[in-house]
């Protein structure tokens, strides 16, 4: 028996599956609960009366929950077992844990940024607006679907996202409480994807549909073999590719 309502993530499958951030904050508001008070209730349930150091947080930050931290696993893990919804590891990045460093620099966007036409899309079609675990990544700077800018400033008050409304919706500024859809005659169009695009959708799809569950321990050397394999004229090694890189046999990952 469950706890907690069984809410479904959004997209789960593809790429434009929602983020962990954004489901906690649907899963919040299905209780009538703020996102501070849901984690309390959280925090409640896994310590009784936790020591503080120990406590379970949330402050809106998107890198806090969908990331590869301790945070995000406990999270993860916790509301699995209330919900019952046993596929909410696909809503983050937790399958790279192995190798990527838990540091959010060069990982993730700092704020929350989103793309007008897509919280357009889902109001016309009656759904309801979700953050995209694919628009948190640091490589994407557009939506690969309508070609253009997302957007990481609320455009009534320019006030940047760095956390949701707490009553509002994922759809509204967390300072005025006005649409961040912005209009269409205001979108930056941008024909051509950034670097690392491709690569971005093609790993946020993979972790949404099962397909990459548990990452290699060791990338940077299944690499190096593969490219032996390809080349072996060129006596390519994964202690030489790891010099070039200037990667120490420690090191750990961003995605970008």
Not at 18 to 45: C, D, G, I, P, V
Request: hydrophobic fraction near 35%; glycine fraction near 6%; charge should be neutral.
């Amino acid at each position: 028996m469950t706890s907690l309502f069984p809410l479904k993530p959004i997209g789960i499958g593809s790429a434009e599956v929602e983020s962990f951030n954004s489901y906690f904050m649907r899963l919040a508001a299905a209780h009538s609960l703020s996102t501070a008070q849901f984690s309390r209730m959280l925090n409640q349930y896994q310590f009784g009366e936790p020591d503080q150091k120990r406590r379970l947080r949330h402050d809106g930050f998107g890198k806090m929950v969908y990331g590869v931290s301790e945070v995000a696993k406990r999270h993860v893990g916790i509301i699995t077992s209330l919900t019952g919804v046993d596929c909410l590891e696909r809503t983050t990045i937790l399958s790279l844990r192995s190798f990527i460093t838990h540091s959010q620099r060069h990982t993730f966007h700092f704020d929350r940024v989103w793309c007008s036409a897509c919280f357009r899309e889902d109001r016309l079609s009656g759904n309801e607006p979700y953050d995209r675990l694919l628009w948190a990544i640091c490589v994407m700077d557009r939506c690969p679907y309508h070609n253009i800018a997302l957007t990481s400033q609320c455009p009534s008050c320019s006030s940047r996202q760095r956390c949701f409304a707490i009553r509002a919706g994922l759809a509204r500024c967390n300072v005025c409480g006005e649409s961040l859809e912005s209009d269409p005659s205001q979108w930056v169009h941008r024909p051509n994807p950034s670097f690392g695009e491709r690569d971005a959708c093609e790993l946020v799809e993979a972790i949404s549909n099962g397909s990459l569950v548990v990452s290699a321990e060791n990338p940077l050397r299944q690499f190096a073999v593969e490219l032996h394999e390809l080349f072996p004229e060129a006596r390519w090694n994964p202690a030489s590719v790891r010099i070039a890189a200037g990667i120490t046999p420690s090191s750990f990952f961003t995605l970008y």
